[in-house]
């Protein structure tokens, strides 16, 4: 507290990220990173930019990586937005659309910045409880609302909602925002991306952190029709009219063109996802399915805490969050071969 702070300030509760450690040799798998890293030709990329020199601004509209996406998607680049880092492209689109007089529906366990982004904004909302099995059910939106938001697949969960499910959410509430977070979705799930032609409430957030190993430079996106588009421009022009760097311009459009390394790593990270599950429920866990690129579980018989604990003992650091209906699971993060058989040995050791 400072008497200094706008009344605002005083009452934010803000994000707290996953552990950053600064200890070398951890198997770290706490936050969803990529362990493959970028394509070898997002880092030519990069090093051709700084030869060029970096004196200059970037390109304020990010044009050719607007192209680069589109095409990905079978778009049109005015139906592209990009930020830095999508947790910026969220943060515009809760200012854009959410600040309505219906309050926003989430999942109640959901990536824990919605609530912060409501709180900065001053958004009314809602936490919808997912079913038993920390499914998402449709009929539970149901409701008049001021927008709808969920990762899909859901974080940290790792569940995954059918596109077709997503169409009927869209067809059910013609008048308010549906944003679905992708930022998991190349693990295993199909974009709604290729939905956007057809509803014009629809915003579709992606990242390049996870799946695209670029966590490091913070690029996000998203794709709508351009109306929605245009909403999170006028506010991005507002507030920063350069958010992308040259250096992450480049690194992300080199990333696009390269789509062998990029298909051929999440491959990777789908088939340890599998080895690393079973293991798991070899040893008594119960995992929930997932379509991302880490792994919800829970031990029947040893507390959350202690495993944790236990784990980081023996260098191995995972994820864990003390909120209710979830503090008895770990949310781990598929790491490479060797550094999953790392946890295993430890679990094992541990049980
Ligand atoms: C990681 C993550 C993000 C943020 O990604 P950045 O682009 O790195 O800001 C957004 N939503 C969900 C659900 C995530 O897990």
Redo the contacts with the bound molecule.
């Keep these: 507290m400072s008497r200094y702070w706008s009344p605002v300030v005083n009452q934010l509760s803000p994000y707290v990220p996953g552990e950053q450690p600064k200890i070398d040799n951890l198997v770290k798998l706490n936050t969803?990173e990529n362990p493959y890293g970028p394509s070898p030709k997002v880092i030519e990329a990069i090093n051709r930019v700084t030869d060029e020199g970096l004196r200059l601004y970037p390109d304020p509209t990010a044009s050719r990586l607007r192209q680069a996406v589109a095409a990905n998607h079978n778009l049109q680049p005015e139906q592209v937005f990009i930020g830095n880092?999508?947790?910026?492209v969220?943060a515009h689109a809760f200012f854009a659309f959410f600040q309505q007089s219906n309050p926003l529906l989430f999942p109640d366990i959901t990536?824990s910045?919605y609530p912060v982004y409501c709180g900065l904004y001053n958004i009314e909302y809602r936490a919808v409880p997912l079913a038993e099995d920390y499914s998402l059910r449709l009929d539970d939106y149901d409701t008049p609302n001021g927008g709808i938001i969920f990762?899909n697949p859901n974080?940290p969960t790792g569940r995954l909602l059918p596109l077709s499910e997503i169409e009927t959410l869209l067809i059910r509430n013609t008048d308010s925002v549906v944003v679905v977070?992708e930022?998991?979705i190349d693990f295993g799930g199909e974009s709604a991306a290729r939905l956007v032609n057809d509803y014009p409430n629809l915003l579709v957030?992606q990242?390049?952190?996870?799946s695209r190993a670029l966590?490091g430079l913070?690029?996000?996106l998203a794709m709508g029709q351009e109306a929605l588009i245009e909403g999170l421009i006028r506010v991005k022009d507002s507030f920063n009219s350069y958010p992308i760097d040259r250096l992450a311009l480049a690194a992300a459009i080199a990333s696009y063109k390269d789509d062998d390394y990029f298909k051929k790593t999440c491959q990777r990270v789908i088939d340890d996802r599998a080895q690393v599950t079973g293991e798991l429920e070899a040893m008594g866990f119960q995992v929930l399915p997932s379509s991302a690129n880490f792994v919800f579980a829970r031990h029947p018989d040893k507390d959350a805490g202690t495993i944790v604990a236990g784990l980081r003992e023996s260098g191995v650091i995972v994820r864990h969050f003390k909120q209710a209906r979830i503090d008895q699971f770990l949310r781990i993060t598929v790491g490479t071969p060797a550094q999953n058989q790392s946890l295993i040995e430890a679990l094992k050791s541990l049980l």
């Design positions: 969803n880092g999508s947790d910026e969220l990536y910045f990762p974080a977070d930022a998991y957030v990242t390049l952190s996870k966590a913070r690029i996000g």
